[in-house]
């Protein structure tokens, strides 16, 4: 419904993204990949962050949770839902973030503020478990939707251009 609902907007028909926050933190599939033109054939399915504040379990240490609250309120680091369109360019950072990807949301009601908040398609970054000496986990983010670091910028290629974005947690 939302692809209709903003099709005139949209100009990369090629892939939309559709973030799963029901879906729990460690799942590999929670951000899918779709592409429209070919009856909304799965491409592909990748983990993806939600914001710290946002989980359902935020003592946790690791991402096991899932994401129940979310803000259009800026300096919240709460998650965003809804429909969004991704920005016209990747922008390399030598920051942390490397490639990213802005957003725009799209329903004054849960969104609007999304490209003011900052919130952006980023690299997740990786922390070392102390209590594990062989495994570094990838954390929660301040309200941006992260990738793993192997698949971020093939990923943001793919959406990169005004493509769809819709975020659910039902």
Known sequence: AAYDTHKALIMNRQRVAVVNYVTRGDSEDRLRLY??????ALVQSAWVSHAAKSDSQPEAETMEGCANKFSNVPQTNLS?????????KIDESPSFAGARLHLNGLEPELNCRVRARKIIFHRAVQRWQPASDTRWTLTHTEGCLALKPSENKAILEQLVGRALVYV???
């Open 80 to 88: 965003s839902r809804g429909a969004m369109l991704t920005g016209n």
């Open 35 to 40: 592409d429209p033109s070919q009856d909304w």
């Open 168 to 170: 659910h947690q039902e």
